[in-house]
């Protein structure tokens, strides 16, 4: 069994930086990609970065420039550095799993709060 655990979230000022990351434990199977959700007050959860264990990185438009994602799969880790912070990124920032390939995984984190004050 995967479990995901985030840590790093927190308050930070508008024009701030914090880092995110995201540790896997349990059975970790090869080719899944890994990534961060975000779910913003009173909106749907949205994509913002994804890395695959192959090292491709895809980003949401609204962060991309500004995020950066990386991941060693050695230690089964995905980070995020958030720079230029918004007050339109305060949102729950979520780790994912997901393999698309038998067999399948969608595992999720509990989530951390990042708010960025204006």
């Known amino acids: 069994q995967v479990q995901l655990v985030e840590s790093g979230g927190g308050l930070v000022q508008a024009g701030g930086s914090l880092r995110l990351s995201c540790a896997a434990s349990?059975?970790?199977?090869?080719?899944?990609?890994m990534g961060w959700y975000r779910q913003p007050p009173g909106k749907e959860r949205e994509l913002v970065a994804t890395?695959?264990?192959?090292?491709?990185?895809s980003y949401g438009d609204s962060v991309e420039g500004r995020f950066t994602i990386s991941r060693d799969n050695r230690k089964n880790t995905v980070t995020m550095e958030m720079n230029s912070l918004k007050p339109e990124d305060t949102a729950v920032y979520y780790c994912r799993l997901r393999r698309r390939i038998t067999p399948l995984y969608d595992v999720w984190g509990q989530g951390t709060q990042v708010t960025v004050s204006s």
């Open positions: 890395v695959t264990s192959g090292g491709t990185i």
């Open positions: 349990g059975s970790i199977p090869g080719a899944a990609v």
